[in-house]
């Protein structure tokens, strides 16, 4: 059970409820909209990262799993194993992201978990694994693929000591580009 009420998210400014709306009522959004002055632009941010065209879909929602496990974060979990399957990410795969890595992967996608992995684990990576990232993304994609890491690993430490319940049914409703 949480260890702060949920804010209702009809009494949030017309931005903020429209962003928390925007992606369904969870519990997540709830809790954090305590934090009224910081809400909007940490939802605005949120948006930008699953809606930028910079990171592929299904690499990103693996780097978000891969911090979500690292994190032992249940709720990001929850809500991003569907989004992962939408953007084809395998049960074998999913599998592969909580108990280590394994061949599943292509050498990209292999190269971003290993360096969400140090990065999460260490606070550094080794500059083998950053410069074959940032040889096979490139440098715009590589620093959001770092932004995302930082994104959701902030996430899991606030979900994870305000002690989010993961909402039994609603799911992520992920947002449009351009919207």
Known sequence: MTRIAYR????LSGEAR???AERGALNVYRALANADRVFTGWMAAGREHLTSRVLPERLR???ILRTAH???SRYEIAQHTGVAERAGVSTAELAALADGLSATFDDVELA???LTTEL???GHVHADVFDQVHQALGTEATVELLMVVAHWAGLALM???LQVDVDAHARISMPREGS
């Not at 209702?8 to 009494?11: A, E, F, K, L, P």
Request: avoid cysteine; glycine fraction near 0%; hydrophobic fraction near 60%.
């Open 8 to 11: 209702d998210i009809d009494t």
């Open 18 to 20: 429209a962003l928390a």
């Open 61 to 63: 929602e693996l780097v």
């Open 70 to 72: 690292l994190m032992d």
């Open 112 to 114: 971003a978990l290993r």
């Open 120 to 122: 999460v684990n260490t």
């Open 159 to 161: 979900l994870n000591a």
